[in-house]
């Protein structure tokens, strides 16, 4: 069963462009919504990270947008960068062990 | 120690051979969690610890893996006469406290197992 859905699968942007990946979730009892960097070869990397009671947060250039009824949730990679290139998963944290349940991921390619 | 470390990083083994997957979680933790990582997927639950009580082990994929954490701060998975649809890479993430001011979860740079 898949709670937590993401897409694209892969995304090619051209430096200085905006990235936009985007997640819905199905489980209302999540509470804690992050996204994770990975670098091949790496752990994934506590990016930014959102409460459901906040529909927007920005942390210099990566931007999580948050809609509670659609249970949606996006990131904005704004001025895309070559170091930008990795693998971007949302995830959602919720349950007894309050784990996170990750999306699928998508491949961001940077262009210089 | 100032992340989590986990070790061996690259274990080849051979079908039927059990494997013991170690991780030092950032000093402090109280929660500790394995995931596991299939090639080209994000990654998914195994179990969880709280100190050294294991909470919820619902995601281990059957009687063959096993987790400890018997002091509360070292963690080790074992796998016990694996397959090649073990294969993966075994993350483990550690985060300070198990409420909402502890929420962040730091991962490891992952176990690359692979079973031939």
């Known amino acids: 069963q898949q709670q937590v859905k993401q897409s694209p699968q892969s995304l090619i942007v051209q430096k200085g462009g905006i990235s936009i990946i985007n997640c819905a979730y199905e489980n209302t009892a999540f509470d804690y919504f992050p996204w994770y960097q990975q670098f091949p070869g790496k752990g994934p990397a506590l990016l930014i990270a959102?409460?459901?009671?906040?529909s927007e947060k920005k942390e210099g250039r990566f931007t999580i947008s948050f809609n509670k009824s659609a249970k949606q949730f996006s990131l904005h990679i704004m001025d895309s960068q070559p170091g930008d290139s990795a693998t971007y998963f949302c995830?959602?944290?919720?349950?007894?062990?309050?784990?996170?349940?990750f999306g699928s991921g998508t491949q961001l390619t940077v262009l210089p | 120690g100032a992340g989590v470390s986990q070790s061996p990083r690259y274990k080849v083994a051979k079908r039927g051979q059990d494997v013991a997957l170690r991780c030092d979680p950032i000093?402090?933790?109280?929660?500790l969690f394995w995931y596991q990582q299939a090639l080209g997927q994000g990654p998914e639950f195994l179990t969880y610890f709280q100190n050294e009580a294991q909470l919820d082990k619902s995601g281990l994929p059957s009687d063959r893996f096993f987790a400890e954490r018997p002091e509360g701060s070292v963690s080790t998975l074992k796998i016990q006469r694996t397959q090649q649809e073990d294969s993966a890479v075994y993350l483990c993430?550690?985060?300070?406290?198990?409420?909402?001011?502890?929420?962040?979860?730091?991962f490891g740079e992952g176990s690359w197992l692979t079973v031939v």
């Open positions: 959102i409460r459901p009671d906040v």
């Open positions: 000093s402090g933790h109280v929660s």
């Open positions: 995830a959602a944290r919720g349950g007894s062990a309050r784990q996170l349940t």
């Open positions: 993430a550690s985060s300070l406290a198990h409420t909402p001011t502890g929420n962040t979860i730091y």
